[in-house]
């Protein structure tokens, strides 16, 4: 799930309830949650982790990490290369 808010620039709250990443973290749970920062270029968000968690366990490895997610007017999804995100 993504949350985005702001218009130029926006923050992101990204979570992900079955996160892989997660595995191997040694972490309680496989719930995965971030924030991001970034900006709209285009049909483009480009953005930058600020934080990065499985339950308590920080993935601190992922701070500044970036990532570009796509934006299809059509189907109004967001695509960041894995997922697609969908509007409620």
């Known amino acids: 799930m993504l949350s985005?808010?702001?218009s130029d620039d926006v923050t992101i709250t990204f979570t992900?309830?079955?996160g892989n990443v997660c595995v191997?973290?040694?972490a309680p749970t496989d719930v995965f949650r971030s924030r991001l920062s970034g900006a709209?270029?285009?049909n483009e968000l480009h953005a930058?982790?600020?934080w990065a968690r499985c339950g308590s366990v920080a993935l601190d490895w992922l701070v500044g990490a970036h990532v570009v997610y796509v934006?299809?007017?059509a189907s109004g999804t967001l695509w960041d290369g894995y997922a697609i995100f969908h509007r409620r």
């Open 4 to 6: 985005v808010s702001g």
């Open 24 to 26: 191997g973290s040694r």
């Open 16 to 18: 992900d309830l079955r």
């Open 48 to 50: 930058t982790f600020d």
């Open 71 to 73: 934006f299809d007017a």
């Open 40 to 42: 709209i270029s285009g």
